[in-house]
Structure formats: structure tokens, C-alpha cells
């Protein structure tokens, strides 16, 4: 895991865990949304840093 996958998945989860501290009534707060961009730059991430390894010569 990279060092951006890891910083994007701790703040998605700090994020998560404010929303549910401070706002236990409310649906929608903008620690949630911030909660839920993170967790999908989070897996664009994951998908950014895999190493994928083609080889073009077909055997």
C-alpha cells in the first residue's frame, strides 16, 4: 500500500468517525461526504499503485 493509499484511508476513516461523534442525528454532514471522497480517492488509489506486470511476448 502506498503512502498516499495509507494517508487517504486514515483520514476517510477519522472522517467516518467524527460524523458519527459530533453528528449522531443528521443523515448528511460534510464530515460524510468528506468520509465518502476519501474512501474513493482511497480505492483509485489502490487501483494507481498496483503494479501490473504484461508481458507482450506471447509463448
Do not use: N, Q
Not at 461526504?33 to 487501483?47: D, K, R, T
Amino acid at each position: 500500500m502506498s503512502r498516499s493509499a495509507l494517508g487517504l484511508l486514515i483520514l476517510a476513516v477519522l472522517s467516518g468517525v467524527l460524523h458519527f461523534s459530533l453528528f449522531e442525528k443528521t443523515e448528511i454532514s460534510l464530515p460524510l461526504i468528506g468520509c465518502g471522497v476519501f474512501a474513493v480517492l482511497f480505492a483509485l488509489a489502490l487501483v494507481a499503485g498496483r503494479k501490473i506486470k504484461f508481458d507482450p511476448v506471447l509463448r
